[in-house]
């Protein structure tokens, strides 16, 4: 891979990709890392789906969308959602819609298309960013995003909507343990429902360090959280992104006693914003 690639005016879809490496993406006045890739030996198509949906010139949004495994016509429910939702925000633009009533009204069109497929499901998880440095993340499911800054500290985590990810955030039960737990994958929230809902998270202000995650559940089924918050906040961000890649593939593909290890599709937006150009700089 070489250079910055351009994201288009209406945006950029990314279905059922096979990528082998990582691209790195202008976008709303800063960076992002992208990487979509089905599962080791995996003879079926990749079930995840990424977008990214520029909202002017220096606003943008972020969505991962998780296809059930396993359920019917999976990709089809990923990609139907991330459409809808791109449909979604280009007529809220066009109206003058708050960006916030676009996304929530993407989620409802979204929910509606998934359920119209009879017995397919999809996760969705949708941040907003931008050069106002202030971010806002919006999911339904078991999609994870993640704020952390320079230094390491998480400043924003998205709580999964399962048992599991319930017991996390009361203290029930650790991280270690939830990566390993019997029903880890069960969720209680997803597009496809006549009950799903949206969880909207309080505004988080991204400087210039921060290193802002979208991502499938192929990245935190098979990566400690300490150990993607400790590659996040090394390096340049190309870099970080190919080391989350080659540690998960490797432990996908290399079972380790006590290890994580599941092999499944990995999809990931890894957002960093534009740094604050020194003085006497244009």
Sequence with gaps: MSGVLAVPVG????????????EVWAFAGGRVAVYSARAPHKDRVNEDAMALLPVGADRGLLAVAD???????????????????????????????????????????????????????????????GTSGV????????????????????????????????AVEAGVIAEEEAIHHRLRHVISNFLGSPDMRIEVSARVRLVPRDRLLVASDGLF??????????????????????????????????PCPGVPSKPDD????????????RRGEA
């Design 67 to 129: 296809g059930a495994g396993g359920m019917r016509v999976a990709h089809a429910a990923s990609r139907r959602a991330l459409k809808r939702l791109r449909r979604a925000v280009a007529e809220g633009s066009h109206n003058g819609w708050p960006l916030r009533e676009a996304i929530l009204e993407g989620f409802d069109r979204a929910n509606a298309a998934v359920s119209a497929l009879r017995g397919a499901a999809t996760t969705l998880a949708v941040a907003e960013v």
């Design 11 to 22: 945006g950029r879809l990314l279905f059922q990709e096979d990528l082998a490496d990582v």
């Design 221 to 254: 089924d098979n990566l400690h959280l300490e150990e993607i918050v400790r590659i996040l906040c090394k390096g340049p961000l190309l870099a970080a992104a190919r080391r989350l890649v080659a540690l998960c593939r490797k432990r996908m593909e290399t």
């Design 135 to 166: 971010s806002r993340c919006y999911h339904a499911g078991d999609t994870p995003a993640l704020v952390v800054s320079g230094k390491g500290v998480i400043k924003l985590k998205t709580v999964d909507h399962s048992p599991v990810g319930y």
């Design 266 to 277: 990995l999809s990931f937006l890894l957002y960093r914003p534009a740094p604050v150009p």
